[in-house]
């Protein structure tokens, strides 16, 4: 199967956490930046959030810090099955996932899942696209590939 | 206190895991990349390896892949104590720190310190060294300084 296109870089460096306004303030107050706006998440009807292949309410507080070419994400989950919400439960508050930037959304989850890396959430924002895949078993993290319009 | 010099941009991602050489060559295969050599860190006589202030003969195999800015660190602790191996068996593979690269580990250190931020282990390697501060409470995550010489 050739490999769609994907850049092989890191993006952004997700981190949940429990209270997304005190780790904004103490991320910026480290990095010297202001705190960044806190964002919710669209509702499911917007978001078409769907985990482990079923539509889920499951929302989060998120917060960015942009920093060159890798962002730092804050995310609070909101309750509802999410892998989000998973994590925080069964883990605490700790890094969730690298995510690289993707052309094509539906050739790269098929790719990935033919190396036996299969989807475990995805969802729809404003100007894009999100899916996390379970790269736990063989790669030792949670991918999520980014696709911009 | 006045905040010495780090970059406020992230170069390095390590990630835990039981078997180096299988995830190395998985993300090479994902990456499209040669697999990387993998490397141990040195004895503590040669690292002056410090794990919550006392002296460790904790050693791990690491492999790199070199990303543009940022790199991805696999790392496979190989017993005795460390965070490496604390992670490993309290939270199975996953993501450990994020790294920023840094000029005066000392100053650094205090620095951090001081915002409520301890360092939990240290060590050198050929051409710099390192300390990863205890970031979970406040940050949500593990931080690294990275210092070359």
């Not at 050739?2 to 209270?19: K, L, N, S």
Request: proline share 7%.
């Amino acid at each position: 199967m050739t490999r769609p296109a994907f850049e092989t870089t890191v993006t952004q460096i997700g981190i949940i956490v429990r209270d997304v306004e005190a780790k904004a303030k103490a991320w910026a107050a480290i990095l010297g930046l202001p705190p960044p706006e806190i964002i919710i998440t669209d509702p499911v009807d917007i978001a078409q959030t769907e985990y482990q292949g079923q539509p889920t309410p499951a929302r989060a507080k998120l917060a960015f810090f942009h920093l060159g070419q890798v962002s730092i994400e804050l995310i609070e989950p909101l309750g509802h099955p999410s892998t989000w919400q998973d994590q925080l439960t069964q883990h605490g508050e700790s890094l969730h996932h690298i995510a690289m930037r993707v052309r094509g959304m539906a050739e790269n989850l098929a790719y990935f899942d033919a190396q036996g890396l299969p989807l475990v959430q995805r969802g729809e924002f404003t100007g894009g696209r999100y899916a996390y895949i379970d790269g736990g078993a063989k790669l030792g993290c949670i991918l999520e590939l980014l696709e911009q319009d």
